[in-house]
């Protein structure tokens, strides 16, 4: 009698501890299914006997394409997978930052592993289990807020060396100024030392405007205050940038196309800053179109509305961007053009500006056939 | 020139031989010019003579542009600024707004923009004197004052004015 109360006791005990123990599967599936990181496990020798879904996406591969090869072929470096490996196997885990993966597509996957080896009851290696997860984005995001740091700390720097070179500059500017009123009036001059003399006053007065062109647009670049923003109509904005470039296009074939969404385009935005980006934009587009020559000369603006942001862009069936130059044309002072045609600082400008209005700028180019670049920006 | 009347500007910048310069392209062009080199120095020149227009630099040691243009509106409201700033920073030059600035420049000015734009200024300080003052002659001419009163109040004004 009592083995039998026995019995019952211990059935109902067992029959308790299956359903914890399907309980505790279906959350360890329902981990493996859904998480974003890739979960592993393999035997003894390394070889995947397990992979979640959230690996398939990591990695590119499916389960069935993995199954049963070792794990450490699919980091960029084995050899060293292999040693992080060693060190799980002597102290039951290990943990490693930035661990390069290879995706099936070839990209570089940087992943922060943690591995730990798993034991069966007598103490035995039975294999080892593996958490990955994925830092690539986070890590070019990290890498390029240091670009934009150190772009920032450049610029600082620039802006006072510019500040400084400022006051000389005007009294260069005024002394010239100054001398030629003289020389306008002098008398007794020889026509040819008069000639001379004008000349190389007018030559002092065009260096230092050139030279305050460049500081003025080194403060351009490292102004940081914030916007002031006002509700306007990008549209109008659009064609006051035309018409102020006018005097440029006039003389020229090149056509210029508006295509624009329906209606007027109102943003809440600094229209000021914006004006600076189109023409810089715009400016660069008329370079571009008048290097390559000919007759067909061709820039299309485009607007854009979406939800919560607009979009302008300006293609140009220019000269292009070498993929050499492509990942240079945002770097301060990067310029193809001749000493006095450019300084390259309209770009570096426009992203400071852009990104300053919470929006951002990116660009397609092929080499001799054109370029578009396009300006994204928050609504409000 | 000759027969416009002359403008009366005064310009305020720490940078003496800037001012040295443009205070001689000035006059040279049949401007009234006073130079001086510091707010301070401003005021003072400010209580001792009427100008039409003042051309300030924004960064000063001592009393910087803002608080100088605010200065000398007080003793001369009509005079009309035109402010310089070496900074490239728009806050100070949207403070300097608050103030009324007629119109700001980054330094290095173009010294043709600089002329263009005191003549502008000028135009405006005439226009905007001559509303008040009219208004001010027919406020007097309803007074009911006697005529040795009205007198007096005229030449008050002509003094306020900085008519002769
Ligand atoms: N629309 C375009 N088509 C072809 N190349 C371009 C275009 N826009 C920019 N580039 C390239 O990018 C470089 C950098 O442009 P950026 O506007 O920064 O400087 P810049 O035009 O050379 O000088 P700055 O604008 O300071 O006068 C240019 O020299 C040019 O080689
Ligand atoms: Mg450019």
Redesign the interface.
Known sequence: MTELKELKKVTRKLASHKIELYQTRGYLQCILQNSADLIFATDVEGSLVSFSKGGEKVLGYSWEEVAGRPIKDFAEDPASFERIMGACQEKGSAVALDVPFRHKEGRTVFCNTSLMDLTNRKGQRVGMVGICQDITRWKKLQEELIRVDRLAEIGRIA?GV??EI??P???I???S??AG?LIREAKGLSPDDRHELEDTVKKIGDQ??RC?NIT?KL??F??D?AP?KTAFDVHELLKRTITFLEPEIKHTAIKIDLNFAEGPLLVNSDPRLLEQVFVNLMTNAIYAVLEKGGDNGRIEIQTLKANSEIEISFKDNGVGISDEDQTKIFDLFYTTKPPRKGTGLGLPICQSIVRNLGGDITFESEAGIGTTFTVRIPIS | MNDQPTIRVLLVDDEEDLLEYLSKRLLKQGFTVKATFSGEEAIEAANEGYYDIAVVDLKMPGMDGVETQKRLREIQPFLQCIVLTGHGSIESALESGQQDAFQYFLKPVDYDDLVVAIKDAYKKKIEKQDRRFRQQLEELYSSGLGPKGMKKAIKDLRQIYGIE
Do not use: C, P
Request: net charge neutral.
């Open positions: 802006a510019a500040h400022n006051n500059l005007a009294v500017g005024e002394a100024g100054w009123d230092t405007r305050r003025h403060l351009d490292a102004r205050s002031t």
